[in-house]
């Protein structure tokens, strides 16, 4: 059941990007006023590292297993900041953690 009362789609695909983008819009669709740039910026800052993913790994394979199906490499030959990976990782998590929470809160809440 997604968090807006409509029940959840339920698919095979593994795209973050798209799946990012159906948790926006059932944030917004659950807004009741408009919010302000400032409250947007972790938004979009965690739409970046996503969009970023989803630029290298489409399908949301190159980081989890090394070859394909077809025993193809799956990750491109590149330079990763594995530093910088992890920063972005740890963000991430922790502010869809808190985003998560105050779902639950907002779902949870009494109504006046």
């Known amino acids: 059941m997604a968090y807006g009362g409509e029940p959840a789609k339920i698919n095979n695909e593994h795209v ?3 799946i990012w983008r159906e948790v926006r819009k059932q944030d917004d669709d659950t807004r009741s006023e408009e919010p302000s740039p400032d409250s947007l910026k972790d938004v979009d800052a965690a739409e970046n590292v996503i969009v ?3 630029d290298i790994d489409r399908k949301s394979e190159v980081f ?3 070859k394909d199906k077809k025993g193809k490499v799956t990750l491109p030959l590149m330079q990763i900041d594995m530093i910088r990976l992890k ?3 740890g963000w991430l998590s922790q502010f869809l953690d808190g985003w998560s929470v105050g779902v639950y ?3 949870h809440a009494p109504r006046e």
């Open 16 to 18: 973050l990007l798209n």
């Open 52 to 54: 970023q993913f989803d």
């Open 64 to 66: 989890r297993y090394p």
């Open 87 to 89: 920063e972005a990782l």
């Open 105 to 107: 809160e907002y779902k």
